[in-house]
């Protein structure tokens, strides 16, 4: 049963930076489509990235195109989001999730109820 854990969260002022890393153990990620997930309060889960079974189709945001960054290590089995020039608005829980891809179905979505394996998050905030 695949398992993630997400790491690297944290307080930051505006414009800075953070890496969040997300380890899986218990299965390769090689059969997954993948994502970075956040919540913030009173708000639903939003999709920022995401990448399909194969790594050739990719999602992004409009709200984070251009500064937050979705990169795995295969080797490690780890996902990353490399997130820079952060704004107030970019706190919440931090989220990896993946689901099981077979076949032709190389494609991803930035819909949370796609997505059946969770981390238990990271809370990121952005403060002066």
């Known amino acids: 049963q695949l398992q993630l854990v997400e790491s690297g969260g944290g307080l930051v002022q505006p414009g800075g930076s953070l890496r969040l890393s997300c380890a899986a153990s218990g299965s390769t990620l090689d059969y997954y489509a993948i994502g970075w997930f956040r919540q913030a309060p009173g708000k639903d889960r939003e999709g920022l990235s995401c990448?399909?079974?194969?790594?050739?189709?990719?999602l992004s945001a409009p709200s984070v195109k251009g500064r937050f960054t979705f990169s795995t290590d295969n080797a490690k089995n780890t996902l990353y989001l490399q997130m820079n020039n952060l704004e107030p608005e970019d706190t919440a829980i931090y989220y990896c999730?993946?689901?099981?891809?077979?076949?032709?179905?190389?494609?991803?979505?930035?819909?949370?109820?796609?997505?059946?394996?969770w981390g238990q998050g990271t809370q990121v905030t952005v403060s002066s």
């Open positions: 999730a993946a689901v099981r891809k077979t076949g032709l179905d190389i494609v991803c979505s930035l819909s949370a109820r796609e997505f059946d394996h």
């Open positions: 990448i399909g079974r194969t790594g050739h189709y990719t």
